[in-house]
């Protein structure tokens, strides 16, 4: 990783907002890019600039934009869907056929940088009161949010969340909100279970450390209606077979760093176990946005470490080696 003078961006079209970026968030998958040049059929070419998590102040605006205007603190949504093909029609414009996504191969350049150029449509403005930090976690709040919306209703709801990293926090703070009853956890790492219990988990457990599956069996003896995968590992899948009760419905959020992942056909079908995989979100990021700015979700905690833009290899290898109990990692670019 190394820094790098380049030409300012310009506005291309009139919809365009150039943006002065004010955070960044180091996320998992800017991780993988670093660590292992690519994501599944998504392969790095150097140089390539990473970062999608971001929070801005708008600098400039085109001729045909309405509702924002230079000096507005935005949230951004990294993906630009094209609008017109049969995805976005029919309301998926996060499998948009021609989406464009901040710091990602083949489609966009990432946000880890002084400014960007955004379509409006990917600018919310944020309340007084949220804060440039709090904008930045959005885009992993509004996953949470969505992968929430994917599962089942939730009052009443008893959930296992496995991999308590920023994306499942995401997804315990929504739930809880929604009204899931009871909400157990799970991570490799203490500390962040300690953080998840301070988020409204009713039971954390390591499985390195105990049977997680027997644990949570003993105080779910129907087992659970619902388990969020958020880590990526093969270990949290097989767990989440064994927790689900017949009908119940896996939320595949994490994004596993090996091509293919393998399920017990018998348990799955038997079981009519739902496997729901979470592609981002879709038409969230507003609803995030007002959460976080009614104080129904505080965002805060989840912020453990700051760099400034200098010092990002550092912060990305303080992510990738989990170290000093890193759970969100920001990179502070402007004011």
């Known amino acids: 990783?190394?820094?790098?003078?380049?030409?300012?961006?310009?506005?291309?079209?009139?919809?365009?907002?150039?943006?002065?970026?004010?955070?960044?968030?180091?996320?998992?998958?800017?991780?993988?890019?670093?660590?292992?040049?690519?994501?599944?059929?998504?392969?790095?070419?150097?140089?390539?600039?990473?970062?999608?998590?971001?929070?801005?102040?708008?600098?400039?605006?085109?001729?045909?934009?309405?509702?924002?205007?230079?000096?507005?603190?935005?949230?951004?949504?990294?993906?630009?869907?094209?609008?017109?093909?049969?995805?976005?029609?029919?309301?998926?414009?996060?499998?948009?056929?021609?989406?464009?996504?901040?710091?990602?191969?083949g489609q966009g350049e990432g946000c880890l940088c002084d400014r960007i150029v955004m379509p409006a449509g990917s600018c919310f403005p944020v309340p007084d009161g949220v804060t440039p930090e709090q904008a930045a976690i959005i885009e992993p709040l509004s996953i949470g949010v969505?992968?929430?919306?994917?599962?089942i209703p939730m009052p009443g709801a008893r959930i296992a969340i496995l991999g308590c990293g920023p994306i499942g926090l995401s997804v315990l703070m929504p739930a809880r909100v929604q009204g899931a009853e009871k909400i157990y956890v799970t991570d490799r790492i203490d500390d962040r279970l300690r953080v998840a219990e301070k988020a409204g988990a009713c039971?954390?457990?390591?499985?390195?450390?105990?049977?997680?599956?027997?644990?949570?069996?003993?105080?779910?003896?129907?087992?659970?209606?619902?388990?969020?995968?958020?880590?990526?590992?093969?270990?949290?899948?097989?767990?989440?077979?064994?927790?689900l009760k017949p009908g119940g419905k896996l939320v595949i959020v994490g994004i596993p760093e090996v091509d293919r992942v393998s399920f017990s056909i018998d348990k799955l079908r038997r079981q009519e176990i739902c496997v729901q995989n979470v592609r981002r979100q879709n038409g969230c990021?507003?609803?995030a946005i007002d959460l976080v700015a009614s104080g129904n979700v505080d965002v805060d905690f989840m912020v453990t470490h700051r760099f400034p833009l200098e010092r990002t290899k550092e912060a990305y290898d303080m992510v990738h080696n989990y170290e000093d109990g890193v759970v969100k990692a920001i990179i502070e670019v402007g004011e």
């Not at 969505?146 to 599962?151: G, H, I, P, R």
């Not at 949570?216 to 767990?239: H, K, T």
């Open 146 to 151: 969505y992968s929430v919306q994917l599962s």
């Open 203 to 243: 039971w954390t457990g390591n499985p390195d450390k105990e049977d997680v599956v027997a644990a949570v069996s003993e105080r779910e003896p129907l087992l659970l209606d619902a388990v969020f995968e958020c880590c990526g590992r093969q270990q949290a899948l097989d767990q989440a077979l064994e927790l």
């Open 1 to 105: 990783m190394e820094m790098v003078e380049a030409p300012d961006p310009k506005l291309e079209r009139d919809t365009d907002v150039l943006l002065d970026i004010n955070v960044v968030g180091v996320c998992g998958s800017d991780v993988h890019y670093y660590t292992t040049g690519r994501i599944g059929s998504q392969v790095v070419r150097h140089p390539f600039r990473v970062g999608h998590e971001c929070s801005a102040t708008v600098r400039e605006v085109g001729s045909k934009v309405t509702g924002l205007k230079p000096g507005d603190l935005v949230a951004v949504d990294p993906a630009a869907p094209c609008g017109e093909c049969d995805q976005c029609k029919c309301g998926r414009e996060h499998t948009c056929r021609n989406l464009t996504f901040l710091g990602t191969p």
């Open 285 to 287: 990021v507003q609803a």
